[in-house]
């Protein structure tokens, strides 16, 4: 019986991944099949992948909206933790309002439902669309009123608190960590990410970086007018937080959401930065209602609370992130 329960918790962790072809998923995905095995993760999305991420570890074609498609593959697989980051991304759901409403809501709904019937962790990531004016503007704390003003922030607001029902009603692990923008270059993942992306509210400085690569940059147009700060990190500190938060014992979480973030700036403050390595780099702009969805979001988050109770700290700035692309893009050399 010793040798039994020694083994047991000496084995490793089966995971399953929603959302697996996104920019997160991609990244994480490959991150956590270093550390678990490439057998023990399971990516799931309602579209099929290259080759390439096919042959890399089981792949199971799964739309979250389908409750009976879930329980089968956890089943199955003997799954004991879930990533739940299927989401559509918030421009596009401005325009289909219902279709997020389905994915969001009843997607986290059969993930939470099935967490509860098998015991199983569950990640959630959380958005800053969250929050809205109401909320303040610098420095904005984990716990604030939210107002948000897109159908992808409602619904990211209902995701954390129907999880925090789910916890305290049924005692489901419920974890969730509320994301700003994401920097990368979206080639991190053996995913076709790139080719699938849709850019939204805070991507311009990946959508801007590709042009200039492209020798397209006169056709490139920044939607977020040039002093519009907005928090971000970038994807190596978001998977390095995500993988803290998924495997930590449960007694160390202390809240119910966490914010993360790596640093605050603008376009044009991006831009400057950009230009102490490539001088010719300039972005040209095109305000829209990406614009307006961003000025409903805080310019800094607090997240304090996280770095303390995880002994985490970002690894990049600005400073160090930019440089960091270009490298990853053969824009500079290094």
Same mark, same amino acid.
């Given at each position: 019986?010793?040798?039994?329960?020694?083994?047991?918790?000496?084995?490793?962790?089966?995971?399953?991944?929603?959302?697996?072809?996104?920019?997160?998923?991609?990244?994480?995905?490959?991150?956590?099949?270093?550390?678990?095995?490439?057998?023990?993760?399971?990516?799931?999305?309602?579209?099929?992948?290259?080759?390439?991420?096919?042959?890399?570890?089981?792949?199971?074609?799964?739309?979250?909206?389908?409750?009976?498609?879930?329980?089968?593959?956890?089943?199955?697989?003997?799954?004991?933790?879930?990533?739940?980051?299927?989401?559509?991304?918030?421009?596009?759901?401005?325009?289909?309002?219902?279709?997020?409403?389905?994915?969001?809501?009843?997607?986290?709904?059969?993930?939470?439902?099935?967490?509860?019937?098998?015991?199983?962790?569950?990640?959630?990531?959380?958005?800053?669309?969250?929050?809205?004016?109401?909320?303040?503007?610098?420095?904005?704390?984990?716990?604030?009123?939210?107002?948000?003003?897109?159908?992808?922030?409602?619904?990211?607001?209902?995701?954390?608190?129907?999880?925090?029902?789910?916890?305290?009603?049924?005692?489901?692990?419920?974890?969730?960590?509320?994301?700003?923008?994401?920097?990368?270059?979206?080639?991190?993942?053996?995913?076709?990410?790139?080719?699938?992306?849709?850019?939204?509210?805070?991507?311009?400085?990946?959508?801007?970086?590709?042009?200039?690569?492209?020798?397209?940059?006169?056709?490139?147009?920044?939607?977020?007018?040039?002093?519009?700060?907005?928090?971000?990190?970038?994807?190596? #500190?978001?998977?390095?937080?995500?993988?803290?938060?998924?495997?930590?014992?449960?007694?160390?979480?202390?809240? #119910?959401?966490?914010?993360?973030?790596?640093?605050?700036?603008?376009?044009?403050?991006?831009?400057?930065?950009?230009?102490?390595?490539?001088?010719?780099?300039?972005?040209?702009?095109?305000?829209?209602?990406?614009?307006?969805?961003?000025?409903?979001?805080?310019?800094?988050?607090?997240?304090?609370?996280?770095?303390? #109770?995880?002994?985490?700290?970002?690894?990049?700035?600005?400073?160090?992130?930019?440089?960091?692309?270009?490298?990853?893009?053969?824009?500079?050399?290094?």
């Amino acid at each position: 019986m010793l040798a039994t329960r020694m083994l047991l918790s000496e084995a490793k962790p089966k995971i399953l991944i929603t959302g697996c072809l996104g920019q997160v998923g991609s990244s994480l995905v490959r991150s956590l099949r270093t550390k678990y095995g490439g057998e023990n993760v399971i990516a799931t999305d309602v579209v099929v992948p290259n080759k390439k991420f096919y042959q890399e570890g089981p792949f199971k074609y799964a739309d979250v909206t389908h409750y009976d498609t879930l329980a089968k593959i956890a089943v199955d697989e003997r799954v004991d933790w879930v990533v739940h980051n299927s989401s559509i991304q918030s421009i596009v759901g401005e325009s289909d309002p219902s279709r997020i409403l389905d994915v969001h809501i009843t997607g986290i709904r059969n993930v939470l439902e099935l967490s509860k019937n098998l015991s199983l962790r569950v990640l959630v990531p959380s958005s800053i669309a969250c929050f809205s004016p109401e909320s303040g503007n610098e420095n904005v704390p984990d716990m604030a009123v939210m107002k948000p003003k897109t159908v992808y922030g409602v619904s990211k607001c209902f995701t954390e608190n129907i999880g925090i029902y789910f916890r305290k009603k049924y005692d489901v692990d419920f974890r969730c960590i509320r994301y700003p923008g994401i920097v990368s270059t979206l080639e991190e993942g053996s995913s076709p990410a790139l080719k699938l992306y849709k850019p939204t509210t805070d991507d311009y400085p990946m959508m801007s970086l590709h042009a200039y690569r492209n020798g397209l940059m006169d056709s490139y147009k920044c939607p977020l007018a040039p002093n519009q700060r907005l928090p971000f990190m970038k994807i190596d #500190d978001c998977i390095s937080a995500t993988e803290l938060l998924l495997t930590c014992e449960k007694e160390k979480i202390r809240q #119910d959401v966490y914010n993360i973030c790596g640093s605050s700036f603008s376009p044009s403050e991006f831009e400057a930065e950009v230009q102490k390595h490539l001088p010719d780099f300039k972005l040209q702009y095109e305000i829209n209602d990406m614009n307006n969805v961003a000025e409903s979001w805080p310019s800094s988050v607090d997240d304090s609370n996280f770095r303390n #109770d995880f002994d985490w700290n970002p690894s990049f700035t600005l400073s160090s992130m930019v440089p960091a692309l270009l490298k990853r893009l053969g824009l500079m050399q290094g």
